[in-house]
């Protein structure tokens, strides 16, 4: 079987390198395959980086195929087997490096791997062009003169060649960058990024005069917006349609091949340019996609201690009654069991109740929006203030305009987020002044639709400054803070439909908004 | 000879959640225990009076004051009643504060029974030791205070190691007459030699 597969990639791999080889054979040095672009190596690194060294042979078949078949062995059978052995093992050791130092899956994730991928692919194909050339001269198919510019035209071209069509086979085997090209596909800004990439090309190479280097950082413009808006799956697309374009203008206009290595030193400008950016974006999308999952699971986190509390009360109580029905088993009094069975019923259902709430937070978000009196909130801070303040001499007072409407809101997220305010206003308050310090919780009519729940302590407050940036997670005022508490409050807040804002001044002050139950 | 007490040990629960009152009663009472119940902080320093004895198991979570607080208004007006602390947060800080505050135990919601009831036991263990030193106690001062002056500052002398003639020669008197005070007073407090008179005297001072 394994025989047979290494056969059936074979016979896939030949025909495309020899296809590449083909079409990329274009302003030749001599006879000999040293063109200004080499797409081909490309295939050949990428089937041994994803498949293994052991296609080497296959790959040294496939050169020597080529040489034959497109270029009629310029050299002689035994040079060509020579320089096709020098470009088999070169390949392979780039493919061979690659493989160790993209560890532990080769793909184009990271700016550190496109870091590697670049350098590996550069040193690797200098060296593999000075073999090249170097067999060739020690052969005497090439002159001395002709060497040094011998090997800068393969190196650029093998360089350009796999720094474009690498990344392109990468991605086409990494199934998280195929799930975003697909995205990519369906949406119209792709198409309009594409005919702008296509006019950018025309532009240069039929509309304006001259040497189209001359006006090649045209591309750069649309190049970075693909790059910043679609990250490097677009990149890569739009670096292959460039790439293209540049030799199809290049062979229409039959321009001379030094231009050309001018040229695609430009193109390997703009493909750096490109992958990074593109890469650079993809990783800040991953930062602030676990950074909203961590959130997430620090907010759970907190509501699973809350919840785990509430639980603790009527567990103890079953237990309690349980007990107790025992004793009044043992003491034969089995009659009375009825009324404790009724009470410890209520129980395991008040319990019951919790867990549902516990079952409906993991569900992903699911908020329990209820109608919930103001009063009924207070009453949480009043409670939560005398849960926090054990010890501390802080005064805390609660109150509540005339005819604020109830809210409509999720109270155990609601409260959590009371406890979380109400929390850092107590530790505020005793913190900053020794003796005597205030935490004030009042409620409002906020405007018609909402209402307004404001903390205020007389502590030091957040100054101008510090106005948003509490609000940002991993920053804290405390010294054992985690700087999560507002972060997951205010994402809560607007789970809710409401706002929580901290205002700038000179004593600590937030703003709850919640939306009312505006009828019925 | 200590007399029997009439006051039973009760134990006072102390939680703002009706139905973990109503299921410690009842799990308590059944086992054997005397219960009084309530429902905040306030309201059981309102009732509490200094002949209660017993043990407290207070919320560490009330509203208003916590129990660790109350166990310190308690302190502070004399009261010796040992506390146990139940919590359904097993927070460390919380803990901590309850053992400094000399809590006899801090308890996990939920508990079993015989937690609890291990940590009731010790606390009353305590608390009737504490009651049969002070009956003691006042058993003592009784007996002394039947002591004549003269008598009294003949026991003072001899609980700092004085012999009969030296006593004598302080307070200007015979040491024949010494010794007869000795024996009376010997006989007032129901010593039977000197080493314990020694003993009686020094626990007087204290």
Request: no cysteine; net charge positive; charged share 15%.
């Given at each position: 079987m394994k025989v047979l597969r290494y056969l059936r990639d074979a016979a896939v791999f030949a025909p495309c390198y020899l296809l590449l080889d083909w079409v990329s054979y274009i302003h030749p040095l001599g006879p000999f395959n040293i063109t200004p672009w080499n797409p081909q190596p490309a295939l050949a690194i990428a089937w041994m980086l994803l498949g293994g060294l052991a296609h080497a042979p296959a790959v040294w078949a496939t050169i020597v195929l080529a040489d034959g078949v497109i270029r009629h062995f310029p050299a002689g059978h035994g040079v060509t087997a020579l320089t096709a052995l020098v470009l088999a093992a070169g390949y392979a050791g780039i493919a061979w490096t690659l493989r160790t130092l993209l560890r532990p899956h080769p793909s184009l994730r990271t700016l550190r791997q496109l870091t590697t991928f670049v350098a590996v692919v550069a040193a690797g194909t200098a060296l593999v062009a000075v073999g090249f050339v170097g067999v060739l001269y020690a052969a005497g198919a090439l002159q001395a003169g002709a060497a040094p510019p011998g090997w800068l035209r393969f190196w650029v071209g093998d360089a350009v060649g796999v720094l474009v069509t690498a990344p392109l086979l990468l991605v086409a085997a990494d199934s998280e960058q195929r799930t975003r090209l697909r995205a990519l596909a369906r949406r119209g800004e792709t198409y309009f990024q594409i005919g702008l990439v296509a006019a950018t090309l025309w532009l240069l190479f039929a509309g304006l005069s001259g040497d189209p280097s001359h006006h090649f950082y045209l591309l750069f413009l649309p190049l970075i917006w693909i790059a910043i808006r679609s990250g490097l799956a677009g990149a890569i697309i739009a670096i292959a349609m460039v790439q293209i374009g540049v030799v199809l203008g290049v062979h229409d206009r039959s321009l001379q091949a030094l231009p050309i290595i001018e040229l695609q030193a430009l193109v390997a400008a703009l493909t750096l340019t490109a992958l990074y950016l593109g890469v650079m974006v993809e990783e800040r999308e991953r930062a602030a996609e676990s950074l909203k999952q961590s959130l997430r699971l620090a907010a759970a986190g907190e509501m699973a201690g809350a919840i785990a509390h509430e639980v603790n009360q009527p567990l103890t109580a079953l237990g309690n009654y349980g007990r107790s029905g025992q004793m009044l088993i043992e003491a034969g009094r089995s009659a009375e069991l009825a009324g404790i069975i009724a009470r410890m019923l209520a129980e395991a259902q008040r319990a019951s109740e919790v867990v549902r709430r516990l079952r409906d937070l993991f569900r992903q978000g699911t908020t329990h929006l209820e109608r919930v009196p103001v009063g009924e909130l207070l009453a949480a801070v009043r409670r939560i203030g005398a849960q926090v303040q054990a010890g501390a001499t802080v005064s805390l007072t609660v109150a509540a305009d005339e005819g604020v409407p109830d809210v409509l809101v999720d109270r155990l997220q609601i409260e959590l987020v009371l406890r979380n305010l109400v929390t850092n206003a107590v530790e505020a308050v005793a913190a900053h002044v020794p003796g005597r310090g205030e935490v004030a919780v009042t409620a409002k009519r906020h405007d018609a639709g909402h209402v307004r729940i404001e903390v205020r302590d007389t502590g030091p407050g957040i100054g101008a400054a510090g106005g948003e940036r509490v609000f940002e997670p991993f920053v804290s005022g405390k010294p054992m803070g985690m700087g999560l508490g507002l972060a997951v409050s205010r994402a809560i807040a607007e789970a809710n439909g409401g706002t929580l804002e901290a205002r700038a001044a000179a004593h600590g002050e937030f703003h709850l908004v919640l939306p009312a139950q505006t009828h019925g | 000879m200590v007399e029997p007490r009439t006051e039973p040990l009760v134990v006072y629960v102390v939680d703002d959640d009706a139905s973990i009152r109503d299921s410690l009663a009842l799990m308590l009472g059944l086992g054997g225990y005397a219960t009084r119940l309530f429902a905040d902080a306030e309201s059981f320093l309102a009732a509490f009076g200094p002949g209660w004895s017993g043990c407290v198991v207070a919320d560490?979570?009330?509203?208003?004051?916590?129990g660790v607080e109350l166990q310190g208004r308690v302190r502070s007006r004399g009261g010796a009643i040992p506390f146990v602390i139940i919590t359904a947060h097993g927070d460390v800080p919380a803990a901590r504060a309850a053992f400094r505050a000399q809590a006899v135990d801090f308890i996990e919601k939920p508990f079993d029974e015989a937690q609890l009831r291990s940590a009731i036991d010790t606390a009353f263990a305590l608390e009737r030791r504490r009651i049969d030193t002070a009956e003691l106690r006042r058993a003592e001062l009784k007996k002394l205070s039947r002591l004549t002056a003269r008598e009294r500052e003949v026991l003072d002398l001899a609980a700092k190691g004085l012999h009969a003639k030296e006593i004598a020669a302080r307070l200007g008197i015979s040491p024949r007459t010494v010794e007869v005070h000795r024996t009376r007073i010997m006989e007032k407090l129901g010593v039977r030699n000197i080493a314990e008179l020694v003993r009686f005297a020094v626990a007087a001072e204290r």
């Open positions: - | 560490l979570r009330l509203p208003g004051m916590s």
